[in-house]
Nanobody
């Protein structure tokens, strides 16, 4: 079993930055890939970024490429999402997700565990 707790969300002006953290407990974290997804009001939950269990491979949604960076610290059982140059369209609840397999994945259905989410609001 894996438990995920996100933090770091908040209100920021367009062009600003936020760093999300996801603290994980359980065996799967040290050997499984992690991902960030987001869901805006009235929209489907969408892929944002993913990282393999070694951290060697990362992938991003086109909408955030060049602005967001995913990283992980396996010693701290934590995955991060550094978000720069934020735009109003980045406003959403951001979810951390974990999967038992080591390979990074962009599909929501490939993840086994989910956090409760943290709200990110970007004002114009």
């Amino acid at each position: 079993q894996v438990q995920l707790v996100e933090s770091g969300g908040g209100l920021v002006q367009a062009g600003g930055s936020l760093r999300l953290s996801c603290a994980a407990s359980g065996r799967t974290f040290s050997s499984g890939a992690m991902g960030w997804f987001r869901q805006a009001p009235g929209k489907e939950r969408e892929f944002v970024a993913t990282i393999s269990w070694t951290g060697a491979n990362t992938y991003y949604a086109d909408s955030v490429k060049g602005r967001f960076t995913i990283s992980r610290d396996n010693a701290k059982n934590t995955v991060y999402l550094q978000m720069n140059s934020l735009k109003p369209e980045d406003t959403a609840v951001y979810y951390c997700a974990a999967r038992a397999q080591p390979l990074a994945a962009a599909l929501r259905t490939m993840y086994d565990y989910w956090g409760q989410g943290t709200q990110v609001t970007v004002s114009s």
